[in-house]
């Protein structure tokens, strides 16, 4: 008799309609894993645009103060204010300039594997960046030396506005880029692996293109 209810009870289960039948534990089967798809675009090339985005914006302000103060003045320079070294900043540009084609250089090392061409590249790229800001603080102290200071002159205040801040992005970029010099010494990048360093020499290629602007406005108008 125990035995035919049991047939009973196993005759009953198999009626039951599959998706009516409980599941592990009385509750409903566990949902299959659902395939994340992955995002259009990383964190981190994410943040570095929106970061490159707000300092366009921020020198797109000191820029156009610099025009509404060259418009609006009759003599620019102001009289008895020291010219700018516009020949020795001239081959300055182009040292930097030379630092983004070596910059770009280095990504594309990593990307092919080679190492030993990827920390040469860093290196020259460091060595231009800080060849370009010692020209610059040299030039500067000059110019100070003859009279150019931030309260001698609107002239004065906004040249060493605009020119100051962007040697303290290339002072930024250049520590930025020494600390990734230090990782490919470690063998952190690979073909696989490159995505920091292709954020700095993102950002190292924007502070570059800022300065042929910079120089335009401010030694060449």
Same mark, same amino acid.
């Given at each position: ?7 009973? %009870? ?13 599941? /592990? ?49 009759? *003599? ?6 020291? %010219? ?16 983004? /084609? ?14 030993? %061409? ?13 060849? /370009? ?25 906004? /040249? ?5 801040? $962007? ?18 010494? #470690?063998? #952190?990048?690979?073909?696989?692996? $490159? ?17 042929? *602007? ?8």
């Amino acid at each position: 008799m125990a035995q035919s209810a049991k047939v009973r %009870r196993l005759n009953a289960a198999e009626s039951v309609p599959a998706r009516e039948r409980p599941g /592990f534990g009385g509750a409903e089967p566990p949902v299959p894993p659902v395939r994340r798809t992955p995002p259009a675009i990383e964190n981190a090339r994410l943040a570095i645009m929106m970061l490159i985005g707000a300092e366009a914006m921020f020198f797109a302000g000191l820029i156009g103060a610099f025009i509404v103060f060259r418009v609006g003045s009759p *003599v620019w320079p102001p009289p008895f204010q020291p %010219r700018l070294p516009v020949g020795v900043t001239g081959v300055n540009t182009i040292i930097l300039l030379a630092s983004a /084609f070596t910059v770009r250089r280095s990504v594309s090392a990593a990307r092919s594997g080679d190492g030993a %061409r990827l920390r040469r590249a860093l290196v020259l790229t460091a060595v231009l960046g800080g060849t /370009f800001l010692a020209v610059q603080g040299y030039e500067w102290a000059r110019l100070i030396h003859f009279g150019l200071t931030v309260s001698s002159s609107v002239y004065g205040g906004l /040249f060493y506005t605009l020119i100051g801040f $962007h040697a303290a992005h290339v002072v930024a970029a250049l520590v930025w880029l020494l600390v990734v010099l230090g990782l490919a010494r #470690r063998g #952190r990048f690979s073909r696989e692996r $490159h995505t920091g360093l292709a954020i700095c020499a993102t950002y190292w290629i924007f502070v570059v293109a800022l300065w042929p *602007v910079l120089y335009g406005l401010i030694y060449l108008l």
